[in-house]
């Protein structure tokens, strides 16, 4: 008997040793050939700390960025939210190597070398591993997937994004926006000013989340509110823990923070299963609907050869349903955010859109016919994007050894593609590429800069967002909505300071003063 439990025992010892000497192995010897590797290469950057990698100096240098506010005329807020990006360019060059954790990251900035990534359609630059706080946030559904699961999640989502169901949603989100504004008439009908002054950062994010939950669930904000609001304290959760050193399994610890977490998450699977369950029950003999939530019930729900390629489970219709809840309301309320923004300081523009808008719609509400013959307005919302993209950075990474330009890539690292820097690019934009200048896209996107894919704030290739052209309608549909009614600056109360918490928006809200036209 204790010849057997000193057999246990040794064997438990042996295996205990050979992971510590694999963890050890992964924290000193690892970052150390990975290093060299690099250098020989020539590609310099930060020196990586046991454990910590670059994320105590990742840490400081963003710490010590967004204490002081910009000037309201300043658009290049990459030294608050990309601090340590610039300070190691100008270290170590535009291509330099920086770790995050134990783990190895190659920062990009040549376009060339960028299309090559988002382009390839071989599966070589996959989503990089995601943090546990966006998995909470985004579950597993396309923005987070590769490989076939992505392939087949494309297939069945597709449909729910062409152009003649973006037609047929115009009127919908036309709806929201108007009722959105009848609550600001009659606010200011009050007011002996005949104005008001409104936080449309937070109406933005109202007023979209309507929106994503009519046209893509059938549901409506209230029905969705729980999903929002859980939504944005995971983000803030996520946010919080970004430039923690990541410990395996540390996200199955029943830590304040991670039980938090998990209730979110329970009441989020909660909300979307009743909405899913709401659905089945009332469009159970006629389909289950052409939007987007009836396309993936019906791929789960349907039998037949044809459909087994497509099938999703119910899992997965509630990943891909909180990834539409999310990216579908975030990012469009922040590209409204900062439009406004950019109107109520340039009020000349303000005119000019103002002009075309009565122009092609007069006082009617717009529709797809209208809104596509709004060249200005079109060419303001891409220098929004390119200005205040709601994505400052993405991360791929590389599926195997190869090469990438003259760059020899070890499978495993990962690729960090700073959008918000390449925007400001001057050798790509020009001279003029921290101003406000939307006839830089009057000749169209591709000859707005000297690389035809210099515009990546919905990314480019294979993995584009795919509900990039619902975006820009809606964002059309409402900014043509409030030109006609209102007139508006920017109020005193602004204080101009962007912030990334995931998505780039403004850290106290955006204050502006809304006068009706006919005042």
Known sequence: MEGFLVLVLSSIAVIIISQL??????????????????????????????????????RNLKSGAQNVPMDINSHDFTPRTLPHYLKWISLYGRTFLFWFGSKPRICITDMELVKQVLSNKSGFYPKADAHPGMLALLGKGLVMINGPDWARHRRVVNPAFTIDKLKMMTRKMTGCAKSMIEGWENQIAQEKSKQIEIELNKQFLELTADVISLTAFGSSYMKGKEV???????????????????IPGFQYLPTPNNRKGWCLDKKIRTTLMQII??????????????DLLGLMLETCMVGGKENDNNRMTMDEIIDECKTFFFGGHET???LLTWTMFLLSTNEDWQEKLREEVLRECGMAVPNADMLSKLKL???????????????????????QDMELGTIKLLKGTSIAIPFAILHRDKEI????????????FENGLSKAAKHPNALLSFSIGPRGCIGQNFAMLEAKAVIAMLLQRFCFSISPNYVHEPIAIITLQPKSGLQVIMRPIQA
């Open 21 to 58: 000497l694999k963890v050890l192995l992964n924290l000193i010897w690892r970052p150390y050939a990975i290093t060299k590797w690099y250098r020989q290469q020539g590609i310099q950057g930060p020196k990586y700390q046991f454990m910590k990698g670059s994320i105590e100096e990742i």
């Open 377 to 399: 307005v079109n060419m303001v919302l891409l220098e929004a994007l390119r200005i205040y993209g709601p994505v400052n950075i993405i991360f791929r990474k590389a599926s």
């Open 228 to 246: 929002f609001l859980a939504q944005k304290e995971l983000q803030a959760l996520a946010f919080a823990s970004f430039l923690n050193v990541q």
């Open 277 to 290: 369950h709401e659905r089945m029950k009332s469009r159970k003999d006629e389909g289950y609907g052409k």
């Open 429 to 440: 934009w020009g001279p003029d590429a921290d101003k406000f200048n939307p006839l830089r």
């Open 332 to 334: 469009t309320s922040h």
